[in-house]
């Protein structure tokens, strides 16, 4: 996929379609926002460190319960190790906001996911409460991860927004966000469905990753589905065990000769119950990184969303345009090649004169080169945003291959450490029962 | 004609196993799917004029060697139970076993034997041998039936499961050093059908057989007075064994059914990896790796269930349905205890009522006959001194029975204790070999899954190259 001029890049353009000018250009701009991106993480450490319970007034004035993140950033510089970082609180609500603020300002962007508002896919062992201090403590590290992601990106670490963010205990800092005007840039939920129905030539491989990212929930949610029921069962089976360890501790009791190897052999069931909690606590953060990347679908799916609005924002202004044109001719021809209104009244009531023609025509001529700028305004736009966002998609999947194959790997280092313990433990036992 | 009484024993008493661990998950009482257990507890006790057994202790010493050296290099008989058949009548089907025998042993008068039982047949010889070896210890029959979830009886595995435990129950017997030398064992191994039927016939009648299931009904209802401690102990003994073997039973069934369930999920888990590699490019290869890998695992899940219901279940069954046994044989040593300690009091009795000048009844009616009354004082003393020598002589025997059931039961528990430990030991030992192997092989495939992984990042490197 290499083009054979240029030099070999970062796998961050995947877009093969351009011409070589285009590509050495795109490698230019690319490179100039890789440096500035990823000069933030370089410069900072950023990390939610804490989590905190307060109880606070909400917006109907009532007392509630809710839960603070600590954000600690400090700049990453050899000199100033050991310079106490600064930090502020933040909760969960305000970094929901954050992300709808960078969703809508920066569309074609694959923004990452905020960890679950609910513990929704969980086995049996987690309790789904969000004040459950094994929940709070995921959604921390999750909350990091985020920071971290955005922190990371080529063009939203330079949000001014995001900065202050994590940097400033401004309690204004919410008004802030709301004078943006993002909210008035949001595109309504009606506007895109409608235009998802009735676009007519979205770029097939926006279409193609809709399809994919509709695939990728599926059926992410089920693998974690069956996994966390996997995992359940699991759990009896070791649970269980832990029984033998009790009987045999009471039957050594009764015996003599069998009496010590069933004893230790005992100890050793407890442990093998016991040894499942970390096994499966571990599970828990690859399942974790599975539902990231499940959570990512709906960015891929907002991108995807967004060009098929301004595509079609295209199509209706370029139909427009072709409406006026026609108009004109007939207007210039005196033909009248389509039913209209006007074309019965003239014909029952009598021609228009010249003069209300003349005016009619300059009206039109106006209207058309307002079309036709709205055209090539709508066009740049869409180009724009195609180029941009399949930058950030290539980006995004590059991204998305290299952890989930890490995870993948991790996952067989989890398995392998798992069979280990078991090899260790029935080794054991296997000595007790030998002593019997 | 079946003799057994079948006393359909009310399942052994649950003790409450609290989930001490978890809190969810180990909620033993839930399992209420116990077995109806159809036991061959008879309480008929070995009977004096029973023609096949043993006249005295000292001659079954010199018959058959006790104890000292049972082990394998001096064993001279072989017996397989195989090939279960179905047999239609107009009556019934069932099932027949073919029982085959190999012996060097001098009482058989050929080398070899190849006979069908069926199962009622089996159950006819123990009660034989316990009929005669009261206080032996009879190792026992699978059960009658099993009333869980699976009731046919010519189920597959039943079929097999039985045949298993009657193959066992034939070899325990022929290493027993006193009941491998019963005659109605002999006849079992080596009759043919017919046969069999006719000598079956023979013994005592029904009528004598249910007298002595009263008496024995009566005397465990008197209950033993002054039991020996030794016996004391290992009643003990049995009921905490007995305890501890069913609730070992019962975790290990459990077990066995979480795992089953764990495997059904896992059937599942890895077909979704192969679902997801359908979507992607860069990670399909990956993926499909995973969902192998997964299913590998599946079937070394699948063998490690198999492993744990053909070994480690039957052995611990065996050892409840072993500590029922148990229980009975005290039982019926007690009852024979009691038996002669009533007997001791009727003598007691006579011997008071002997010795005191009582102006009874007999007395007056005979001076009313006219009788003399020296005469008729005369004549009550001698009845009643010739009632008190029958008596002696019957507590004498009943002493020696006494004696002899005491010194069966002692040298049989030693017996037992030692093929309870290496039975359960062999089992439990297996088991955990199973479960080193299980997890040894499923390390290797995720070893191996890493050590592909491993090496294609070399070929991604060269595209990775950053100026």
Known sequence: ?436 | MSRTIDAVVSPTQTNTIPADISGQMLDLDEDDDLEVFSKDSTLAEGSMFNASMQTSPGSMVNQCKFEEDEEGDSKDIFITVDNPESHVTAIETFITYRVLTKTTRSEFDNSEYEVRRRYQDFLWLKGKLEEAHSTLIVHPLPEKFVVKGMVERFNGDFIETRRKALHKFLNRIADHPILSCSEDFKVFLSAQAWELTTYKKQGPGFLSRMGETVRAVANSVRGVKNRPEEFNAIQEYVEDFSNKISSLDKVTQRIVKEQKEYLEELKEYGPTYTLWSGSEEELAEQLKGVAGCIERCCKETEEQVGHLSDTLVPVLHEYVLCAETLKAVLRRRDNIQAEFEAKNEALATKKVDRDTESSDLGFVWGSLLGKNPEEARHQRQERLDGEIEELKEEIDKLEDRVEWANNALKGDWGRWQRSMRGDLKSAFLSTAEKNVDYYEKCLAVWETFLLSQRTEPSEETDRDNTP
């Open chain 1, 1 to 436: 996929m290499m083009a054979d001029s240029g030099p070999k890049e970062v796998a961050v353009i995947g877009n093969t379609d351009l011409t070589s000018a285009e590509l050495d250009n795109n490698i230019k701009n690319t490179m100039v926002e890789i440096e500035k991106g990823t000069s933030l993480l370089r410069k900072m450490e950023i990390s939610v460190a804490e989590a905190e319970k307060r109880t606070g007034k909400n917006t109907v004035n009532m007392q509630e319960l809710y839960t603070v993140y600590l954000i600690e950033t400090r700049p990453v510089d050899a000199l100033t190790e050991g310079i106490t970082p600064d930090s502020l609180w933040r909760r969960y609500s305000e970094f929901e906001l954050l992300r709808n603020y960078l969703l809508v300002t920066y569309p074609f962007v694959v923004v990452a996911p905020l960890p679950e508002k609910r513990a929704e896919i969980v086995w049996h062992k987690l309790s789904a409460d969000n004040m459950d201090p094994d929940f709070v403590e995921r959604r921390r590290v999750g909350l990091e991860n985020f920071l971290h992601r955005v922190a990371s990106h080529p063009v939203l670490c330079n949000d001014n927004i995001f900065y202050i963010f994590l940097t400033e205990q401004d309690k204004d800092w919410k008004e802030m966000v709301y004078e943006t005007g993002f909210q008035a840039k949001a595109d309504s939920r009606l506007k895109a469905v409608n235009a998802a129905f009735r676009v007519k030539n979205p770029d097939g491989r926006f279409t193609e990753l809709k399809h994919y990212s509709d695939e990728l929930q599926t059926v992410l949610s089920q693998l974690l589905r069956v996994r966390a029921r996997v995992a359940d069962r699991l759990y009896g089976v070791y649970k269980v065990h832990g029984n033998y360890g009790r009987i045999f501790s009471e039957w050594s009791a009764i015996e003599k000769e069998m009496g010590d190897g069933l004893q230790s052999a005992g100890h050793h069931m407890d442990a093998y119950a016991a040894s499942v909690d970390d096994i499966l606590e571990e599970e828990e953060h690859y399942a974790d990184q599975l539902k990231e990347y499940l959570f990512y679908t709906d960015a891929l799916r907002a991108v995807c969303r967004k060009h098929e609005l301004t595509q079609f924002e295209l199509e209706m202004v370029a139909l427009d345009l072709t409406c006026k044109k026609q108009q004109k001719e007939e207007l210039v021809t005196g033909t009248v090649r389509t039913f209209s209104l006007k074309g019965m009244t003239s014909k029952l009531f009598g021609q228009e004169t010249a003069e209300q023609r003349e005016a009619k025509l300059q009206v039109l001529e106006q209207q058309l080169k307002e079309g036709e700028e709205a055209v090539k305004e709508k066009n740049t736009e869409s180009d724009e945003f195609v180029k941009t966002a399949w930058v950030d998609i290539e980006r995004f999947k590059d991204q998305k291959d290299r952890d989930l194959k890490e995870a993948l790997i991790s996952y067989a280092v989890m398995q392998i450490s798992m069979c280990k313990k078991g090899i260790q433990v029935w080794t054991n036992a296997k000595e007790c029962f030998n002593k019997m």
